[in-house]
């Protein structure tokens, strides 16, 4: 569906450049738990790593916003390459020295780094011409997760066959920066299409007065609501599934695996949906496969039942991120666009730190089917949302007609 479309060249080089890139942001989801359960000083603290990162992409936000703004979206993309490539660089020193302080420091710069892949969205939307292309062209962004979903863990058994004496996934850290420096070269093709320098007819809004309108706030809330409940069950899977659970690393990596997959390969058909149909259908079924993850998880604790729980929260974090960003730029003008992305992001992200916080100390304190319960009144939310987007005219279903 989405090959039937013509994209320009910015789309696809963004798309394989994240392709590349991202792969260190689920490397550190499978990993980083069981490497700071074996160095850390308190096997509760295995989720902080993760949680930093979240807080370094939440603490980025603004700061990343403002160098894009400055600096254009190609030099900021190329910073954010540099600094996921020194993320993956500490993560190696970390492991070879034992050290968690480290592996702090280093999520904390991946973190970072993610702040400024967050805006290759934004790049993509300003590249395409017609607002109806708009998310179709969000879709293909998405879709290179899969690569990056798939390869980022994969990478932990490739690099334990190319170095077997390397310890602490060495081997991994390795074969993730070789492939950051691929993407860096792919994204070398990359042309700004929008001057940072232009200058604008209107003067743009306060900031206050853009926040305040309804469109933005479903927007930000359906996008912040989603990812937070994304998180918090993600990042306690591996350590459920293998520490407390005693499946193998292979079932908890399969599981994980299969999660990256389902959040970006339904971006094959999302995109598509979503010009069909508009984007409040599709955060009304992103929410409720939501509530299908909470009964599925419910029923037990076997492989299988993590499988279609994370399965499940993947399409629906797709359903909902897709629909929810493609929904922001109705709420701000060209010249007003990076401070309205950037309290975008900050929000979304900053709940998603939360989240990821809290989501260790709840699973070692209360157990994962509390976490499940947790989450209800999240989904009862978000269905809440996409129910006032459908019935209300301010929110139009069909993205062509977006201004």
């Not at 929904?327 to 701000?332: A, G, K, T, V």
């Not at 978000?382 to 987007?389: G, Q």
Request: proline fraction near 5%; include cysteine.
């Amino acid at each position: 569906m989405l090959m039937k479309l013509q994209f320009p060249r910015n789309i696809w080089v963004l798309a394989l450049t994240l392709a590349l890139t991202q792969g260190a942001l689920p490397l550190m989801v499978l990993v980083s738990g069981l490497l700071s359960s074996e160095i850390a000083p308190d096997p509760s603290m295995a989720t902080l790593p993760l949680a930093v990162l979240v807080v370094g992409t939440a603490l980025s936000t603004i700061p990343a916003a403002w160098f894009n703004q400055q600096f254009g979206r190609k030099h900021a993309g190329f910073g954010g390459i540099l600094l996921s490539l020194v993320g993956i660089l500490l993560c190696m020193l970390a492991g070879a020295k034992a050290s968690f302080s480290l592996l702090i420091t280093a999520a904390g710069v991946l973190g970072v780094s993610a702040a400024f892949f967050q805006h290759f969205r934004f790049a993509a939307m300003e590249s395409v011409g017609n607002a109806a292309d708009i998310g179709p062209a969000l879709a293909i962004i998405m879709l290179s997760g899969i690569v990056a979903g798939v390869l980022g863990p994969e990478l932990v058994t490739l690099g334990a066959w190319l170095l077997p004496e390397a310890e602490n996934y060495l081997g991994a850290f390795l074969l993730m920066a070789l492939l950051i420096c691929a993407g860096a070269v792919v994204f070398s093709r990359f042309q700004n299409t929008v001057s940072h320098q232009a200058q604008y007819e209107e003067a743009p809004r306060p900031l206050a007065r853009l926040l305040c309108q309804p469109v933005f706030l479903l927007s930000m809330g359906v996008s912040a609501l989603g990812y937070a409940v994304m998180v918090f069950l993600m990042t306690s899977t591996p350590l459920s599934m293998h520490l407390l659970d005693g499946h193998s690393l292979d079932d908890a990596k399969w599981v994980i695996q299969s999660h990256l997959v389902a959040m970006f390969l339904p971006s094959i058909f999302s995109g598509w949906l979503m010009k069909r149909l508009g984007a409040a259908p599709l955060m009304l079924l992103g929410s409720a496969l939501y509530l299908g993850v909470i009964a599925v998880a419910l029923t037990g604790q076997h492989v299988i039942h993590y499988w279609w729980a994370l399965v499940l929260l993947g399409v629906g974090w797709n359903f909902l991120f897709l629909s929810g960003t493609s929904i922001l730029p109705q709420s701000y003008r060209n010249n007003e666009r990076f401070k309205v992305q950037a309290a975008n992001d900050f929000a979304v992200f900053a709940l998603q730190a939360i989240a990821s916080l809290v989501a260790g100390w709840v699973l070692f304190t209360f157990g994962w089917q509390a976490q499940l319960w947790l989450c209800v009144p999240v989904c009862g939310a978000l269905v809440l949302l996409s129910i006032a987007a459908l019935i209300s005219p301010r929110y139009l279903r069909n993205p062509a007609h977006a201004g």
